[in-house]
């Protein structure tokens, strides 16, 4: 029967058996359809087999064509969701504005068609795919919703018709079924199997996975009926194991169920071992969790016996099973994946495949449909834990990962999608569970603290997993879920789930530990930290920051209040698993503590937004004392590692101080760090927690009295930097409010300002540098509303600006005046700065301003700044600055400073300065004013009374006992003093001294350590007894080892100053004056004038605060100043003072040197410009007056810039310019039209090329060949309009054998050079411009002076003779000399400048013909280009900047000695057909019988410049002009013919009539009438003249005036004698005077001499024609000019007439006119496909020049092993080529074999580029840049402007 069936037709089969199907009784139909199925769809067949397929769109179509039932089916479609789904590189959009979720994406076409005018959106680049989400209103607003999807139009669409899906439902089952089934049997365990097996299945699959695809597009009603079959557990039973009888399909489902084996968490062997006890969760999850981190479980007996045989008994390996079993409550999570439904199975071959694309898009283009979705979303949760160990065993994690998160985050972004799967499939619980398996794989032992007891285990950042950060879909998936406040709050109020979080957290607390190398430097720098940093923000940071949003209200209490137990539980395990006890091991460091980060935030949220209390969430003392160890670890390592002494660990040790402080990690790691330590600092003992400080800062020794100490830590060098590093951290410890009042506001304006002073910034810039709440769903959106105000309010714009010659700048901005008066604070910058160096910079930004708004003028110190008010929680850090401890330090640092003892230094005293500040600022409210009560305390009370900064500062010290080394300057003294009282009085007997003695008891500072001891001791003690027995005492030794020489002694020292003192002999020091501050001083001082200023300044403020807040410390100063005593005259014998002495004045005697080196500098230099301004320019020498005393055959002298002698060029030893000889076709590209052509921007508009120059003259040309001998032909115009080569030079000038052996010393030293010295590049030694050739300068005299200027009174006539005599001299071939070899070798590099096809137009190539013909061309190209950069005109007249490196002088020289080797002719000498009437000699038809070119074809400047240059050189001013004076004739001529043939018949007619009348009058032959009626009587004769064109001339309805006659005639005329002027100029140096655009004309005329009379002023001068000078009879002349077009009449050639009409006249060069919205380029190039190879190029490119499209780098492209690019860059631009890269806003420039990144002329609204799209947001053209690149275009010097050349290697 099947067989019957498979015979027949399909479409017919298809029609009947629906009609059996639609019967009630439709058995036999049912019967015969699935006999016909599994003959078509037997798996046996391969699957490549095509007929399956077509029989299966026949049957779905049930009779009528596939197209048809798409269409039609489509009709039903009542989806209102767009849900298009794209793959990676996709160009998307999102919108802020209008998204919910902050994952929310549209396509372009639902983008285009919603309105987001002024909303906050970009363009972005798909990196793992995503689908639109127009129409979802659970993840945007409805009124982002585009037109389609805004009317939900699917709710009223007609229900389906029943039998239009019938055969869908009975065939697709089987369908899938089939695909299945490849599925099962195609697949082998990746062991076994390499990827390329996979692949080589799902390439066989590829059209059936298609197809199914192909479904789901069909709208609606067919993704229900798949939804259906997917989902049916019924269908899925009948045909999963296939039937009994067929034997493959059994085979496949034993396949099937053994990759099921092990899809569980723990594969079934390991159950197996593990017996019940380990596989089932017996444990409840709390417990479980706790034994987890006491790494103690019991595991049962065999399992431990078999993992001491794997992991050779290390403990972590056998704590995995357990952690595992127990760590969860659904043992569900662990066991093998059963499979229900179709659904189920696909997603698990869908992961088994490594998600292939194709099934990844099935299956997400079936989402639109509510109910799949939601199986969908429970399926892909129950195979989540499969999913993540598919992706550990994964080649291609990266890959995979995309996919991966591509579904998930379709699911996972509907909160309520993702509620519902948290309730019901325990979502939460798996993530976690996977989370920690997944990391479990990469743990290790922590050798933090103490290695060999250390029970800690961290994950391992040199693992796979880590580095190639392979966790990332599942912590994105994790983040992704908390953002949503219902799954957040179930996980908050879970606590075994918390607890299981931290132990995840617990993993990275402390990895990637730092040891500090101490001998030799790292073999092998790891680069592990980048891991590390990633994993600490992507799966600790992240999800806290999320978790944070949720608890910002009051209600949120008792989340804060859990997650804070939590963590500090998790602390206390960690701290007994490191066995931490107090100190810290020395030199280790890890930058990872994220339990201290979490516990930190939720402390700072809860006081901040919650109002809890700060007391009821802290611990103990004790347990605050271990919290901050590690933090305050960091931060001393921070300045260890800026002081050098990591540097034996290679440069990743910056790198990671660096990304520690870094934007996007500092407010997730340092800011947290700090605002910890400040908890502690606040609660904590302030004399303990000082000491902590300064004795891991590692500077106890240096705070001493005495002049010399030792340190047993640290290096001389090290003891500056060190100490100045826990100075300033004190300082930003007490100063810091960022988590301590601020509001977030204040807090965006101080980051804002902070990082504005370092630099001027870009917007996006700024963007990037503050740090914002790194959760990218935190709602706080860096391009806010708020962001904005505040940089207006901060910042002002500086618009980009422009150098034509510049670099591109962008727009920055830049602090407003009152910011850098009011609110610069260094304590901010020097927290924010990643590299040192930009402290510095906003420092001295910081003083540029002072200096210019006219404050301070010298160098000032860092401003104070008043600080934001405590919050009241924290203000027991006032303490720190209240404590004996840190005036004791303060009191020591300033008596230091003043005695110059080395390492101290402006910092130091700057910090110190800024501590007494805070002091005074921030006063303790317990202080009753002036009457502290003495309280004794232990050892510090010989120092200070009390505990107030106020009282202590006028306290004064009189004796301090110190220890020094007996060879200090101090025991000298000593011993002087004692033997001086030997002689006066026993010591005992002086009361006075006994009672200081015993006043003083040992208080010196080196008891800080022991003091520190002492008080830890006390406080651990009362809080718990036992602990005491734990604190290993440590002896003191280490801090003065006895024996180390030389052995230290106590000495009392004689000190008598109190703080106050000490700052006004500072004050005295500082200002280098002795009574610096009088006694009534004090009366006019005014804290708030003293904010900006130096040291001086800072102290006379400090004095003024403290005398205005305290009686007593006025009293005291005003004493102090009254005493004006002088300082103590320092002791000449301390080391100390006569080095600070000998250093002001080498400081002084070295600046005096710079000066004078300076100065001597400044004048060579100016020396230098102004011979390198002015070296001998052709213009030089025209000056020279003729007159002068010297003989005028002085010679010109050059300056060899190589050898640097001078002297004239020789033929021996010539010298040559350089110059770069670059091929152009800018000319070819110029239009008739003033406006630039548009670039097209759809389908309709396009750009026609065929009137641009170049394609008028090749047209002209090649028409000319057709009709005319080829070698008059190549005389009649002119070439190089196209690939013509300019010449350009820097003016500088060298001897051509130096330049030789600077070539070959260049070719030795090849070091990276943006040039190829083989192809004879080099730069100028002098200005090193770009160039590649030398151009000779022929010997002897300047410019043509003397005889041959002066204008002989001979009449026209004999000149024209003289000149016919002149041409027929043969040209000399000059003797061969060096200079002619030279001047050979530069016409070959003139050659090789320009392609082949650029030379060639003759019929034969390689003739004399065309070699002259390219010849005159070169000196036309350049005639021309210098018009164009004058603007195109003479108007400006003079010597312009072009003409000060003109090398047209030299360049004809050359050219003129190449060409007379090239005698014309003389039967063919166009100068006898221009000055004599020939006998009507019968045209000669010699060569293949074609006449020569008519004179009225040819054109008259090339005829110039071939006359010019034929003749023999140098020649003589009055021949020129005679030539000149011939060739007008024939220009006017050309002019009033092509004039003729504009008119209508009936003016032609008119005008012949008017003339004729004219015609017997005197001067009749120079009026334009009587000629103009003269050549169209002549040209009538001729009856092809003014046919063809009379249908076009009656268009044009303008009537003729004779001004517009005139004024046409011209303009014609024009080129030809800007032209000649300009020649002339070259030649023989005249001067071109400048005018008004309207009397260009009647200047070129008087200046080239055409008036015949003087007397003639050239404003009366009207008429063209009366300067027309004829030789011979002027009608005479016309008539044989005309003649030779009749002749033409009945010939072939009578086609060429249409080369009468020629117009001369070209506009400026443009590049393309472009539109003003990026956008629009955009949209319609990037997609659009190539013409040549038809596919949408990876990489397009657009030419600027002629809008062509171009594939970049594109291989499809390629021609002869030359990519695209580089291939239109020869076709259109001669080698040169200017692209756009539509993907990346940027322009690129080709040059020859270079080429270089231009630029963007895209800015954005605040000026900024947007290389590659990365920031996606909406660019506008600069109009300024664009014209910068034109002009670099025309001006052709892209090769000196633009800096960073590289080959392309034609690969572009």
């Known amino acids: 029967m099947a067989a019957s069936l498979l015979r027949r037709d399909k479409k017919a089969t298809a029609a009947h058996l629906k009609a059996d199907l639609n019967r009630t009784d439709n058995s036999s139909g049912l019967r015969q359809l699935q006999e016909l199925l599994d003959n078509v769809l037997n798996p046996e067949k391969p699957p490549s087999d095509t007929e399956a397929l077509d029989w299966c769109k026949y049957l779905l179509a049930g009779g009528d064509g596939f197209e048809e039932f798409c269409k039609t089916v489509r009709s039903y479609d009542n989806a209102t969701l767009c849900g298009l789904v794209w793959t990676a590189n996709f160009v998307a959009y999102r919108c802020r504005t209008c998204g919910i979720s902050p994952c929310m994406s549209l396509c372009a076409e639902c983008f285009n068609n919603g309105d987001h005018t002024g909303h906050d959106f970009n363009m972005f680049r798909s990196q793992a795919g995503g689908a639109c989400d127009c129409g979802d209103s659970n993840v945007m607003r409805e009124s982002g919703f585009c037109r389609r999807h805004r009317l939900k139009t699917g709710e009223n669409v007609p229900s389906v018709p029943n039998d239009l899906l019938l055969m869908s439902e009975m065939v697709l089952p089987r369908f899938i079924i089939s695909i299945i089934q490849y599925l099962r049997d195609g697949y082998t365990e990746p062991e076994s199997a390499t990827d390329r097996d996979l692949q080589k299945v799902l390439q066989q699959l590829e059209p059936q996975i298609s197809f199914l695809e192909d479904l789901t597009k069909m709208g609606g009603a067919m993704r229900t009926v798949l939804t259906k079959i997917l989902t049916n557990q019924q269908i899925f039973k009948e045909l999963s194991m296939g039937q009994e009888e067929n034997l493959y399909a059994k085979r496949n489902y034993e396949k099937y169920l053994s990759a099921l084996k092990n899809s569980g968490l723990v594969s079934v062997e390991e159950k197996g071992s593990a017996g019940a006890g380990a596989g089932a969760a017996d444990s409840p999850a709390g ?53 229900k439904c179709f659904l189920e199975e696909l997603l698990f071959w869908t992961i088994k495949y490594e998600f292939p694309q194709k099934m990844v898009t099935f299956l997400l283009n079936m989402l639109p449909d509510q109910d ?96 190639n950060n392979t966790y990332w879909p599942l912590v994105s998936d994790f983040i992704n879920i908390l953002s949503h406040q219902s799954v957040a709050k179930r996980f908050l109020e879970d606590h075994s789930l918390l607890m299981l979080w931290m132990s995840f957290v617990s993993f990275f607390q402390g990895m990637n530990l730092n040891k500090r190398e101490l001998n030799e430097h790292v073999e092998f720098e790891s680069q592990t930290y980048y891991a590390a940093f990633a994993a600490e923000l992507e799966a600790c940071a992240q999800p806290m920051w999320g978790l944070l949003t949720h608890c910002k209200v009051k209600e949120t209490q008792e989340y804060t209040k859990t997650v804070v137990r939590y963590c500090l539980e998790t602390l206390q395990i960690w701290f007994d698993a490191i066995s931490f006890v107090d100190e810290p091991a020395p030199n280790q460091v890890t930058f990872h503590l994220p339990l201290h980060r979490y516990y930190a935030m939720f402390l700072s949220k809860a006081v901040k937004c919650q109002g809890l209390d700060l007391d009821s969430l802290l611990p103990d003392q004790e347990m605050l004392m271990k919290i901050m160890v590690h933090p305050l670890q960091i931060q001393a390592s921070l300045s260890e590692i800026h002081s050098n002494m990591w540097v034996r660990n290679g440069l990743q040790i910056k790198g990671q101080a660096m990304t520690y402080v870094q934007s996007h990690f500092c407010n997730s790691m340092i800011d947290p760090d700090i605002f910890l330590l400040q908890v502690c600092a606040s609660r904590l003992d302030p004399d303990y927690f000082i000491s902590s400080v300064f004795e891991r800062f590692k500077v106890v020794d240096l705070l001493t009295m005495a002049s010399q100490h030792q340190n047993t830590v640290l290096d001389a060098e090290q003891e500056r930097p060190m100490l100045e590093g826990a100075l300033t951290f004190l300082v930003i410890l007490c100063s810091l409010r960022i988590h301590m009042g601020m509001t977030d506001d204040e807090i965006l304006r101080a980051e804002m300002v902070s990082q504005l002073c370092m630099n001027d910034r870009t917007h996006s810039s700024l963007l990037d540098l503050i740090p914002e709440n790194p959760n990218p769903k935190s709602g706080i959106v860096p391009g806010s509303c708020s962001f904005e105000e505040m940089l207006s309010a901060v910042a002002d714009f500086k618009a980009p600006v422009f150098e034509p010659g510049g670099s591109m700048q962008q727009g920055m901005y830049t602090p407003k005046a009152e910011v850098w008066e009011k609110e610069f604070d260094p304590i901010m910058v020097i927290l924010r700065t990643v590299y040192r160096r930009d402290v510095q910079s906003a420092m001295d930004r910081y003083s540029a301003f002072l200096k210019q708004s006219g404050i301070h003028t010298g160098n000032p110190w860092p401003p104070y700044k008043e600080r934001t008010p405590l919050h009241p929680c924290y203000r027991g ?54 009457e502290e009560p003495c309280i004794e305390e232990h050892c510090h009370d010989s120092w200070f009374p009390g505990t107030s900064l106020l009282s202590n500062l006028h306290h004064v010290i009189n004796f301090v006992r110190v220890r020094v080394p007996e060879t200090a300057p101090e025991v000298e003294r000593k011993r002087e003093r004692e033997r001086e009282r030997e002689r006066e009085t026993p010591p005992s007997t002086s009361a006075e001294t006994s009672s200081f003695g015993q006043n003083l008891r040992e208080a010196q500072l080196f008891s800080l350590v022991a003091e520190r001891r002492r008080k830890f001791q006390e406080i651990i003690n009362r809080s718990n007894h036992e602990a005491s027995q734990s604190v290993r005492p440590k002896s003191s030794s280490r801090w003065h080892p006895p024996g180390s020489p030389p052995q230290m002694v106590t000495e009392i020292l004689e000190i008598r100053e109190s703080m106050l003192s000490l700052l006004v002999k500072l004050h005295q020091k500082l200002s280098a004056k002795q009574n610096s501050l009088s006694a009534g001083w004090l009366e006019e001082a005014d804290p708030a004038r003293h904010s900006h200023g130096d040291g001086i300044t800072a102290i006379e403020r400090i004095l003024a605060k403290a005398a205005s807040r305290s009686r007593h410390s006025k009293r005291c100063l005003q004493e102090i100043c009254g005493r004006v005593c002088p300082p103590v005259p320092p002791k000449k014998n301390s080391p100390g003072d006569k080095k600070s002495m000998d250093k002001e004045e080498r400081r002084q005697r070295a600046r005096e040197r710079q000066q004078k080196l300076l100065a001597e500098f400044a004048s060579r230099q100016k020396s230098f410009m102004e011979t390198a301004m002015d070296v001998e320019s052709p213009e030089a020498e025209a000056a020279m007056d003729v007159g002068s005393a010297e003989p005028l055959e ?145 010997p002897g005299r300047g410019t043509e002076a003397g005889a041959w200027h002066t204008l002989s009174n001979k009449s026209p006539a004999t000149l024209v003779k003289e000149v016919e005599n002149l041409q027929d001299e043969l040209g000399i071939f000059p003797t061969e000399s060096n200079l002619t070899k030279e001047m050979e070798s530069v016409i070959k590099d003139i050659k090789n400048a320009t392609q082949k096809k650029y030379m060639d137009y003759g019929k034969n190539p390689g003739s004399p013909d065309n070699d002259f013909l390219f010849m005159y061309s070169v000196a036309r190209t350049n005639l ?3 018009l164009v950069h004058r603007g195109g005109n003479l108007c400006s007249g003079g010597a312009s900047a072009a003409a000060k490196r003109s090398c047209l002088n030299q360049l004809f020289h050359v050219l003129a000695m190449h060409m007379r080797l090239y005698s014309i002719d003389s039967a063919y000498n166009p100068w006898t057909r221009l000055t004599q009437i020939t006998q009507n000699r019968e045209p000669e038809y010699g060569d293949e019988d074609r006449p020569e070119v008519p004179m009225l074809f040819r054109d008259v400047p090339s005829l110039l410049i071939i006359f010019v240059l034929t003749m023999p050189q140098p020649l003589r001013k009055e021949h020129f002009t005679c030539i000149v004076k011939v060739l007008y004739t024939l220009q006017y001529t050309q002019a009033l013919a092509a004039l003729s043939v504009k008119f209508s018949p009936e003016e032609r007619l008119a005008w012949s009539n008017t003339g004729a009348a004219k015609k017997n009058m005197p001067n009749s032959e120079k009026s334009w009438e009587t000629l103009l009626s003269h050549v169209i009587s002549e040209l009538t004769k001729a009856k092809c003249t003014y046919e063809s064109r009379s249908e076009e001339s009656m268009l044009s309805s303008s009537v003729w005036s004779p001004q517009s006659i005139e004024f046409t005639l011209q303009q014609f005329c024009l080129p030809f004698l800007r032209l000649s002027c300009l020649l002339q100029h070259h ?71 249409t080369l009468l009409v020629q117009d ?149």
């Not at 130091?908 to 007494?916: D, H, I, S, T, W």
């Open 287 to 339: 417990a479980g969790a706790l034994s987890l981190l006491g790494a103690t479980a019991a595991a049962s007996p065999d399992e431990e016996n078999k993992e001491e045989d794997q992991d050779g008994g290390q403990c972590v390996g056998q704590r995995k099973r357990v952690k595992l079993s127990s760590s969860t409550k659904d043992p569900s999570i662990m066991d093998s994946l059963k499979h």
């Open 372 to 467: 799949y979705k939601i199986t969908f979303t429970k399926t892909f949760v129950q195979h989540y834990a499969f999913i993540m160990k598919t992706l550990m065993k994964s080649h291609e994690s990266d890959t995979m990962s995309n996919r991966i998160v591509h579904i998930s985050v379709q699911l996972f972004s509907n909160e309520e999608l993702a509620r519902h799967v948290t309730e019901e499939c325990q979502l939460l619980d798996i993530m976690v569970t996977v989370l920690l398996y997944m990391m479990e794989s990469c743990l290790i032992k922590s050798e933090l603290q103490d290695e060999e007891n250390n029970r800690h285990v961290v994950v391992n950042c040199g693992e796979a997993l880590l580095k």
């Open 877 to 930: 850090l006032v303490r720190l600055l209240h404590c004996k401890t840190l005036h004791i330090v303060i009191f020591t640092l300033l008596y230091k400073i003043w005695m110059d003892h080395q390492n101290m230094s402006e910092h130091v005293l700057c910090m110190v300065l800024y501590l007494v500040e805070l002091g005074l600022d921030n006063n303790m409210q317990e202080d009753k004013e002036d």
């Open 1194 to 1338: 002085s010679e010109v002298l050059y300056d060899c810039v190589i050898c640097g002698q001078s002297g004239p060029s020789t033929e021996d030893r010539p010298t040559g310019l350089v110059v770069l000889l670059q091929a152009s076709s800018v000319l070819g590209h110029r239009c008739r039209s003033d406006e630039a052509k548009r670039l097209p921007t759809s389908d309709e508009e396009r750009i026609f090329p065929e009137d641009t120059c170049g394609a008028t003259n090749d047209v002209r040309l090649a028409l000319m060949q057709r009709y005319f001998i080829d070698s008059s032909c190549l005389q009649a115009v002119s070439i190089g309009w196209d690939g013509g080569v300019y010449v350009q030079t820097c003016g500088h000038t060298l001897h051509i054998d130096c330049h030789k052996s600077y070539m070959e010393s260049l070719r030795n030293d090849q070091v990276l050079q943006g040039f190829s010295v083989d192809k004879g590049e080099f730069t100028c030694p002098l200005c090193r411009q770009f160039a590649n050739s030398v151009l000779p300068c022929k």
């Open 1424 to 1426: 021309e280009l210098e």
């Open 1627 to 1697: 030649l023989y140096g005249d001067n071109l005077p400048g005018c008004p655009l309207e009397e260009e004309f009647s200047l070129l005329i008087s200046c080239l001499g055409l008036l015949p009379g003087p007397t003639q002023s050239s404003s009366s001068m009207s008429s063209s024609a009366a300067c027309l000078e004829w030789n011979v009879g002027a009608f005479e002349l016309l008539s044989q000019w005309c003649s030779e077009l009749i002749s033409l009449a009945g010939t072939p050639s009578q086609q060429a007439m």
């Open 1704 to 1852: 001369p006249q070209w506009t400026a060069p443009h590049l393309l006119q472009l539109p003003d919205n990026y956008n629009t380029i955009f949209q319609y190039y990037h997609r659009k496909s190539c013409s040549v190879c038809n596919k949408t190029p990876k990489d397009p490119a657009l030419c600027l020049v002629c809008g062509a499209f171009v594939c970049l780098k594109g291989l499809c492209c390629k021609q002869q092993g030359i990519c695209e690019c580089v291939l239109h860059s020869q076709h259109c631009g001669a080698a040169t080529g200017i692209f756009l890269l539509i993907n990346a806003s940027v322009i690129i420039i080709i040059r020859g074999h270079r080429f270089c990144l231009w630029g963007s002329v895209y800015l954005d609204a605040h000026g900024e580029e947007d290389r590659d799209l990365r920031r996606g947001k909406p660019l506008f053209l600069c109009e300024e840049r664009y014209r910068v690149l034109e002009q670099q275009w025309v001006s052709h010097t892209f090769d000196h402007i633009n800096k960073r050349w590289g080959p392309h290697y034609n690969g572009l």
